[in-house]
Structures are given as structure tokens and as C-alpha cells.
């Protein structure tokens, strides 16, 4: 069974302070990994996919990068419109094709101004 | 460009009544995928469907159903409803399911 374990779970910053985000991961075969980051009352918005190990990706203040066991997603100098709960996902090969995406519970981050 | 529509956003219903929640993807996109959101579980994936085809499922019991049309708009129906169903329901699109998915704003279902 594929499992997604982020932490922590919560993590409250002062503005400009950079930190990483975990997530660690089960998957049988991995087709992509997943971040997104959900606003309250909102669906998750798509961050990055990443697809093999050693791989990285940025936007603006985000990185993710990728291990054959976990992902870090590293935010430097947050600001606090970046406050929100941060989802790590992953979708497993099946029969040649993918699977439903099995997420993670997420992390909450608050950046204090 | 349009996002992902969902219809309605909120919903109340009577425990023993079914509903019906409606999704209509991107332009382009033939993969809808439908994932139930809980404080207590998280994101859980419900069903998917390509081409009108449901291509995989989720770990939920039969009450919840799925279907696309020739357009790609979907619709999950859950029966015989529980309090425990009370969630947000969202939807995601994608053009093939395996490039990344773009999700709705949800409908918040309540069960009574």
C-alpha cells in the first residue's frame, strides 16, 4: 500500500526565515511526485511534479527536490502570502498506467510578519 | 482559461438521502478524478475517469458512484448518506491523468 508521510505537521516562521518541508514516501512504483499548496476553503493548487530521484524544480521563493525516499520542499525567505497548508502526493505505475494520486496530510505554515 | 468548475459549493442533505455533485474540467482535459477531503484523513482518492471509461478507484464503498460524459463533464452520486460522508469533495482534471491534475474549488457537503 502506497503511504505519504509529511512533516511536521504544522511550522509557524518568522518572515524571511527559510526552512524545509518533509516528505517521505512508500510507493511501489513511483510515476510522479506531487506538491501542492490549499488556501483555506480552497482546492490544492499545483506546485511542481517531480519523476525521479535527484531531480529539482523552483518557483520564485519553492524548491523541491527528490530522493528515492523522500522530498524536501526548501522555501527561502518566505513572506507571508506563502502561509498555507503545503500537500506532498504521489501517483504509483499500475498496469502500464497510473494510479489515483495517494496524498499526505500536510504540513500548515504560518509566516508571521 | 478557464479552471475547474464545481457545482454546487455547498450542500446540505439528510442522513438516507443521495446527492449528486457535478464537475466540468478544462478544455482539453479527458481525465477527471474525484478525491474526498476530511480533517481526520486527508485527501482520499475516490475514482477516475478517462473517456468516458472509470480507469481506477479508490478504497470507498459502492454508495459512491461516478460517471463522464461525451463532453468530459463528470458527476459522483453518493447514496444512502452517512454523517461520516460530510466532507469536501473536489475534483481534478488532467489531459492524460499522469501530467499533473488541476483541481476545483470543492463542494462542501454537509450530512445531517
Known amino acids: 500500500e502506497d503511504q505519504v508521510t509529511q512533516s511536521p505537521e504544522a511550522l509557524r516562521l518568522q518572515e524571511g526565515e527559510s526552512s524545509s518541508l518533509n516528505c517521505s514516501y512508500t510507493?511501489?512504483?513511483?510515476?510522479?511526485l506531487f506538491w501542492y499548496r490549499q488556501d483555506p476553503g480552497k482546492g490544492p493548487e499545483f506546485l511542481f511534479t517531480l519523476y525521479s530521484a535527484g531531480e529539482e524544480k523552483e518557483k520564485e521563493r519553492l524548491k523541491a527536490t527528490l530522493t528515492k525516499k523522500e522530498s524536501f520542499l526548501h522555501i527561502t525567505a518566505p513572506k507571508p502570502e506563502d502561509s498555507a497548508t503545503y500537500l506532498c502526493?504521489?501517483?504509483?505505475?499500475?498496469?502500464?498506467?497510473?494510479?489515483?494520486?495517494?496524498f499526505g496530510k500536510g504540513t500548515h505554515l504560518i509566516i508571521q510578519p | 482559461k478557464a479552471g475547474v468548475t464545481q457545482t454546487p459549493r455547498y450542500l446540505i442533505k439528510t442522513r438516507g438521502q443521495q446527492v449528486t455533485l457535478s464537475c466540468s474540467p478544462i478544455s482539453g482535459h479527458r481525465s477527471v478524478s474525484w478525491y474526498q477531503q476530511t480533517p481526520g484523513q486527508g485527501l482520499q482518492f475516490l475514482f477516475e475517469?478517462?473517456?468516458?471509461?472509470?480507469?481506477n478507484k479508490g478504497n470507498f464503498p459502492g454508495r459512491f458512484s461516478g460517471r463522464q460524459f461525451s463532453n468530459s463533464r463528470s458527476e459522483m452520486n453518493v447514496s444512502t448518506l452517512e454523517l461520516g460522508d460530510s466532507a469536501l469533495y473536489l475534483c481534478a482534471s488532467s489531459r492524460t491523468g499522469s501530467d499533473g491534475y488541476t483541481f476545483g474549488s470543492g463542494t462542501r457537503l454537509t450530512v445531517v
Open positions: 475517469y478517462f473517456s468516458e471509461t472509470q480507469r
Open positions: 502526493a504521489v501517483q504509483a505505475l499500475i498496469g502500464g498506467g497510473a494510479d489515483g494520486l495517494t
Open positions: 510507493v511501489s512504483g513511483l510515476r510522479g
